[in-house]
Nanobody
Framework: QVQLVESGGGLVQAGGSLRLSCIAS????????MGWYRQTPGKQRELIATISAVYETHYADSVKGRFTISRDNAKNTLYLQMNSLKYEDTAVYYCKFRTAPFDYWGQGTQVTVSS
């Protein structure tokens, strides 16, 4: 059974940092392109960063230069280092991978940035 479990969210002041983690089980983690998404109430889930099996990374403009996605295949873990956090980064953050035709999501972790 595939499972993704996020952690590391919390309340932080603007300008602060957080590191999110996503632990995968039930799948060969190293072969998947992994992504971090976020969602705020009333809005669509937004893709913010991806990392491929060969460590190629891509970022949404809204987080470029502030967030860093990384992976540790030995630990089956995906990370998102978030620096210089802004109020508008407040959201529930999710990790995801796709094995067509299925998308696998974690349960999400709340990040709240106080202004």
């Amino acid at each position: 059974q595939v499972q993704l479990v996020e952690s590391g969210g919390g309340l932080v002041q603007a300008g602060g940092s957080l590191r999110l983690s996503c632990i995968a089980s039930g799948t060969k983690f190293s072969i998947h392109t992994m992504g971090w998404y976020r969602q705020t109430p009333g809005k669509q889930r937004e893709l913010i960063a991806t990392i491929s099996a060969v460590y190629e990374t891509h970022y949404a403009d809204s987080v470029k230069g502030r967030f860093t996605i990384s992976r540790d295949n030995a630990k089956n873990t995906l990370y998102l280092q978030m620096n210089s956090l802004k109020y508008e980064d407040t959201a529930v953050y999710y990790c995801k991978f796709r094995t067509a035709p299925f998308d696998y999501w974690g349960q999400g972790t709340q990040v709240t940035v106080s202004s």
